[in-house]
């Protein structure tokens, strides 16, 4: 069974973990990544009193600053698949690192101890993501605890979705929804109050409950209708069967949204969501026929970032990808080669 040996595996993660000392727990800025790093730190510290935890929240290309910036720490990576710059830091330093993540890797470092299905050659290797990766990690403990809910809920809209909704048992989909969105929907700088209601609530309708969350899911809904609304404002290339979007620097938040919902509106089309900064291109890939037209958004990403010497990857239907500014009609032209 591979869960089994998910299992076997993560147990042999779990001891390779220091026993004391200081951890810096590095996630993804989804709701996969901000609710794997609520619940790994809340239960390794279980585990290993001796352990303090430090989160950070981000997106991949910042994982090599804030290592740096933070020399003293054990960097553990939720939801973050290494990234060349990172790989090369981590090999020049020597510096041992940590990783949970269900994204294919194009770089292993020799000092990064990862827990990935995809190491273990599992068939369908990304369907198990981060979240639940982690639920195997300390299954016993989260399952006492009542925190599977928070294991649903950062798989929720994902395409691991379906097949780990057994695992749940019988949660209701309506209020899973209901909770993602309002993780989702949490701006960088009110997140230390997500991550106080997570360590107080004891159960999901609780959670859902949250005036001040339920308040910040409006706001931004609010913003995201309006964006959606006026898309062609945005629109820098369109065609048949694809839609170049590129927002300005202070919707940021708003760009994995935008991407997601627009590409459930139109399945048929592939959409490019990105702001441009300091002289990059920050795209959100959504397309949700790759499946049945055979495109794989992770793989072309991923090679388009190696040939300009950035970042990118993800999975089928999903991925980001870093384009510098000078070859934004080469990514338009590769696009459209994709898509034909």
């Known amino acids: 069974m591979d869960v089994g040996r998910l299992m076997e595996e993560g147990r042999r993660f779990l001891s390779k973990l220091p026993r004391s000392g200081r951890l810096l727990i590095v996630a993804d800025d989804d709701a996969d990544g901000v609710l794997s790093a609520h619940l790994f730190a809340r239960y390794v510290h279980k585990r290993n009193p001796y352990l303090s935890t430090l989160i950070t ?43 949970v993540d269900h994204h294919p890797w194009n770089e292993h470092p020799h000092t990064l101890t990862g827990y990935n299905p ?48 057994p695992y749940y048992y019988g949660l209701d989909e309506r209020t899973v929804e209901l909770a993602a969105h309002m993780v989702g929907s949490v701006s960088p700088e009110k997140l230390p109050v997500l991550f106080s ?102 793989v072309f990403a991923s090679n388009l970032g190696r040939r300009w010497g950035t970042n990118g990857g993800g999975h089928a239907p999903a991925a980001g990808l870093r384009v510098p500014e000078d070859r934004l009609d080469e990514f338009i032209a590769e696009v459209r080669k994709l898509l034909s």
């Open 118 to 165: 995809h190491l273990l050659g599992v068939p369908n290797a990304s369907k198990y993501n981060t979240g639940f990766l982690v639920y195997l990690l300390f299954r016993n403990e989260i399952n006492k605890s009542g925190d599977l809910w928070k294991v649903a809920v950062t798989s929720f809209g994902d395409s691991c979705y379906d097949y780990l909704k």
């Open 197 to 298: 209601v997570l360590e107080e609530t004891k159960d999901i309708g609780e959670f859902v409950g949250n005036e001040e969350l339920l308040r910040m899911k409006r706001e931004f809904e609010r913003g995201l209708h309006d964006i959606l609304s006026n898309l062609d404002k945005y629109l820098v290339e369109g065609g048949k069967n694809y839609q170049i979007i590129v927002l300005p620097p202070e919707r940021a938040r708003f760009k994995s949204a935008v991407a997601t919902v627009a590409s459930k509106r139109n399945p048929d089309v592939l959409f490019a969501v990105g702001i441009l900064e300091d002289g990059i291109y920050n795209f959100s890939l959504r397309y949700q026929q790759a499946r049945e037209r055979k495109v794989h958004l992770g």
């Open 57 to 99: 929240i981000t997106q991949r290309e910042r994982m090599t600053d804030i290592l740096a910036e933070h020399p003293d720490y054990t960097p553990v990576l939720l939801d973050l698949s290494p990234t060349p710059q990172l790989a090369g830091y981590l090999d020049e330093t020597g510096r041992k690192a940590f990783a």
